[in-house]
């Protein structure tokens, strides 16, 4: 039995894509809820995702795949391979939006990571929200002509690049001590055509 539904109702649908002249849609997810068992299809955000799939199954676990310089076949990597990293909208195809909390981005990978081998992905000349968390977004942009669907967990392991290569540190002060604020603000290309970005977006698609 194959099941499809459409999980936005709890969440803030986006008003803008990072990049100008792409369609926003809803990320589309396909896994198994149970080991074994057959495949489903949600659409909305990696938190309601995960929240809909532990309603069903508690116990819920995807295996993951360590994708460290130790962590891959041979044969894995030459079949996946990040490309370019773009910092601060610098990429190919530009980008709207600003710097936001490294921590907090980092949190939503993990989300990512923990769907394991199970797919994430959305149509093509689209981009599609991830994750959100106060503002924090996780996009995915394919710039493939078609729909496009990759393993969650890579795409988690994509987002950890663009916060691990573009952070920066801004030293704030109150009154009474200062600290430095890790922020972030990239995207990480996979030469399969489409890319993971990290923004703050506007304030009106706030999550």
Request: contains cysteine.
């Amino acid at each position: 039995m194959f099941s499809d539904f459409l999980l936005t109702i709890p969440r803030t649908i986006p008003r803008s894509a990072p990049i100008e002249g792409y369609a926003i849609a809803p990320m589309s997810w396909t896994g198994a809820v149970f080991p074994g068992g057959d495949n489903m299809t949600f659409h909305g955000e990696v938190e309601v995702i995960l929240d809909e799939i532990l309603k069903l199954n508690l116990n819920f676990t995807a295996p993951t795949q360590d994708y460290g310089k130790e962590g891959l076949a041979r044969r894995d990597l030459e079949a996946r391979h990040p490309t370019r990293l773009a910092c601060d909208g610098g990429g190919p195809n530009g980008s709207q939006g600003r710097r936001t909390g490294a921590n907090v981005a980092w949190a939503e990978a993990q989300r990512l990571r923990g769907l394991g081998g199970t797919a994430c992905g959305g149509p093509g000349r689209s981009c599609v929200r991830m994750g959100c968390t106060s503002g924090t977004e996780i996009w995915l942009c394919n710039d493939n002509d078609q729909h496009y669907d990759d393993r969650c967990d890579w795409t988690g392991y994509l987002a950890e690049l663009a916060i691990s290569g573009c952070q920066r540190g801004v030293n704030m002060c109150n009154e009474v001590t200062c600290w430095t604020r890790w922020e972030v603000m990239g995207a990480q290309y996979d030469v399969r055509n489409y890319n993971v970005m990290i923004t703050h977006g506007p304030d009106d698609n706030r999550c």
